[in-house]
């Protein structure tokens, strides 16, 4: 279903341009106002501009950066002055409000699936990109047909859907897990459901007014149980408040739970996994199976449950996700028009396409040969279907349960995950992504750099074992696993960089929230976990940093640190940054500096992926670094085209040779200016140590500060940032080349043989 508008662009080609590039240029809505009637009126491609407008309204103009919820659900304001009023796009500023461009799709071999396709990009203002779509000839698609007619995914419509993939993915999947019919492992506790009884002529439980709450010792008491399976939820608490298992509630819940007590979300996925197959007997809710609390027995079992986060979630039969739900007091059922989930095909006017082909448009252009001709013996029209790039991101990734940081673990751990979306259910697990618009899969693309490229599954980045195979000793695990494989750390570093753009309501879990998939890690890695890092390849993973966001003219950080102790600052769990980090690739090629040594004080000994004791002058955590420190000048830039409001920085070295000149750097990645302070000038105690080369030629440094504490200096440094220098300039030699001042740097172990000092970071 598309408007009148998107017809007259698809079908007729009404007011197409051309200005001497591969596609063909039309205008389209002419206002906010425009678009927004065509969205209500169900046009597939109007329902998703409208969506993304909405989204940059709420974020882009809001004086905040895209992510206006910052960290930690608190919203962060920068000092750069009260926040102005919601900006609506397109309403009186006489410009027109969306374009959009038509072209073949010419790509290479990774997006060969996307060869003899059509792409359709639209820009707000002729200047920020709002949707990319790819038309699809029927011909190429084999898929079956599916066409939804209930209007509420309460349904057993949707149901009988999550049974087909679920019984497809365990029975058919070969890199899915297949779940044991005999289970012999638990959570500690799990709510039971209820055994399943016939009742009129229906299937239905012995309880279905309330659930129970059982411990693992109780299940197994008479031996591994047979077809007994439980599924997880995930939800998002937001600002609701309802009840939670606390110490004084243990023995009332195992006597049971009113259901109606409970939120809506609870009540909800309590019914849906009744449903949803008879051996599931138990759900696993975190407020109701782990006790809460700031009592030491709280404090215990939280650090217990939290332990086993990789069990709980790795041998569930299901997650399911309330992904489109702000909060536990929301359905996770939905209303909905059926036909806005129908297939969407469209007649494409292929008159006048450019060829999109660059070595036959080569040849056309020196035989002077219009290339908007290219199309003239092609059959004009072809009947195509609409394939939205941005549908997976902005109905599952960017979902608001997906933005919460303990969330991506369970999507990761759980073998298989059921999304309840705006409008429909999704399915995820590590061979297929669907929904109710592609039950059969969805071919997940994205654009980079203009480009659209094929997007890796999430769920892919970790490996699922069978639960029975252990591992009798490390060595056994490298000799199994080959973990020299810089891949294997590439997509940890990976899931980090998803990680570190969700959201956490206790900062404090930072490191906590991703032990479950740290602990899954080990079995390819083997390796010495050290505060969010691998210490094989550690060097590499060090040189982590915080990208200024380049916004409305301007660049600027959001990033901040903790109030209190989280980790050390050579981690990138030491900083909240709503952009994330992002990791160098991981190589030992051209590395300028090494790890001499490390030291990890943990809170819970027992746990080596948990919290990171509170730091302490006799143990502290750190790492012994070599290599080689040049004192330099932290300085402020102050430009008419960065602004008098951003948190841009620039350096030089302290000392440099008499012939040479000083060079001012301005490549600064700096992990939180606006609680890093005194860095500037003289004083600032700032130095930096070349890490490595990169394959571009760019010399990266590591940013480090003298630590003082109550105006005294600890003799250990810490990080405060990265700095990149191009190789076209000629301070890359200064950087690297001694300047007499090595024996004088305080703090450290001068080897004048080796041309290294010896130090500690914290």
């Not at 279905?208 to 399976?229: A, C, E, H």
């Not at 929904?435 to 769920?459: C, N, W």
């Not at 090494?594 to 302490?616: H, P």
């Not at 600064?668 to 500037?680: E, F, I, Q």
């Amino acid at each position: 279903m598309i408007c009148a508008v998107c017809y007259g662009v698809l079908h007729r080609h009404a007011g197409s341009q051309w200005r001497g590039t591969f596609e063909l240029h039309f205008d389209h809505h002419a206002d906010r106002k425009g678009l927004q009637n065509s969205a209500s009126m169900s046009c597939c491609i109007c329902r998703s501009l409208w969506a993304q407008v909405l989204h940059l309204e709420q974020n882009n103009f809001l004086g905040c950066g895209r992510h206006l919820g910052g960290i930690n659900n608190s919203p962060n304001q920068l000092s750069r002055g009260p926040l102005p009023q919601t900006k609506l796009m397109g309403v009186n500023d006489g410009s027109r409000f969306l374009s959009a461009y038509l072209s073949e799709h010419y790509g290479d071999e990774e997006d060969g699936c996307l060869n003899g396709t059509y792409r359709l990009d639209f820009t707000l203002n002729d200047t920020e990109r709002v949707g990319t779509f790819i038309l699809k000839p029927i011909e190429e698609l084999d898929r079956s047909i599916y066409t939804p007619f209930s209007e509420d995914t309460s349904s057993d419509e949707v149901l009988v859907l999550a049974r087909e993939w679920i019984e497809k993915c365990a029975n058919g999947h070969a890199h899915c897990p297949m779940k044991s019919s005999t289970d012999d492992w638990y959570p500690s506790r799990l709510l039971d459901l209820g055994k399943v009884i016939i009742k009129d002529g229906r299937l239905g439980r012995d309880c279905d007014g309330q659930v129970q709450l059982v411990s693992r010792s109780d299940i197994l008491r008479n031996g591994p149980r047979k077809d007994s399976f439980y599924v997880t939820l995930s939800h998002r608490w937001g600002g609701a408040k309802f009840t939670v298992l606390t110490e004084d509630k243990v023995e009332p819940f195992q006597r049971g739970i009113n259901i109606l007590s409970l939120p809506q979300t609870f009540q909800d996925a309590i019914q849906f996994a009744r449903r949803l197959d008879p051996r599931i007997r138990y759900i696993w809710i975190d407020s109701l199976c782990i006790i809460q609390g700031n009592s030491p027995v709280a404090r215990l079992d939280w650090q217990h449950e939290s332990a086993e986060m990789y069990q709980i979630y790795n041998y569930s039969y299901c997650n399911l996700s309330a992904t489109a739900s702000v909060n536990s007091e929301s359905s996770i059922f939905r209303r909905r028009k059926p036909q806005e989930l129908w297939e969407d095909d469209v007649n494409l006017n292929l008159e006048g396409l450019p060829e999109r082909d660059p070595m036959k448009w080569q040849r056309d252009m020196e035989r002077s040969i219009s290339p908007i001709a290219a199309y003239s013996s092609q059959q004009p029209m072809k009947r195509c279907r609409v394939l939205d790039l941005s549908f997976w991101d902005r109905n599952i990734h960017d979902a608001p349960v997906n933005r919460r940081g303990w969330v991506l673990q369970e999507r990761l751990m759980a073998p298989r995950v059921l999304h309840f979306c705006q409008d429909q259910i999704a399915w995820e697990c590590r061979q297929l992504e669907a929904a109710e618009i592609s039950v059969d899969g969805l071919s997940l693309f994205s654009l980079k750099v203009g480009d659209v490229v094929p997007v890796d599954r999430l769920k892919a980045l970790l490996p699922h074992r069978e639960r029975r195979v252990v591992r009798k000793s490390v060595e056994d695990t490298l000799q199994m696993t080959g973990v020299d494989d810089p891949d294997v750390y590439e997509r940890w570093n990976r899931v980090v960089e998803i990680y570190s753009k969700t959201q956490l309501t206790n900062a404090g879990d930072k490191l906590i929230a991703l032990s479950g998939i740290a602990k899954m890690m080990f079995d390819q890695i083997g390796s010495q976990y050290v505060a969010g890092m691998w210490l094989r390849y550690l060097e590499c993973q060090l040189l982590w940093r915080v990208d200024p966001v380049y916004e409305n003219g301007r660049f600027y950080s959001e990033s901040r640190r903790p109030p209190s102790y989280r980790a050390p600052t050579f981690s990138w769990a030491a900083v909240d940054a709503p952009q994330g980090v992002n990791f160098s690739p991981i190589s030992e090629q051209d590395l300028l500096f090494k790890v001499r040594n490390y030291s990890i004080s943990l809170e819970d000994e027992n746990n080596q992926y948990g919290l990171i004791a509170t730091q302490s002058k006799t143990n502290p955590t750190c790492l012994e670094l070599e290599g080689l420190l040049k004192g330099i000048e932290m300085l402020a830039i102050r430009s008419e085209e960065a602004g008098q409001d951003n948190n841009r920085h620039g350096w030089r070295l302290r000392k440099v040779s008499s012939n040479a000149k000083v060079c001012e750097h301005r490549n600064v990645c700096l992990d939180s200016a606006l609680d890093d302070h005194g860095l500037l000038g003289p004083d600032g105690h700032v130095y930096c140590m070349p890490a490595r080369k990169n394959s571009a030629g760019y010399l990266i440094c590591l940013l480090l500060q003298m630590e003082i504490r109550n105006g005294k200096e600890t003799g250990n440094f810490r990080r405060i940032g990265v700095a990149k220098v191009p190789p076209y300039e000629s301070g890359q030699k200064l950087v690297l080349e001694l300047s007499g001042e090595e024996a004088t740097v305080p703090h450290t172990l001068w080897d004048a043989k080796r041309k290294r000092h010896s130090f500690r970071v914290v």
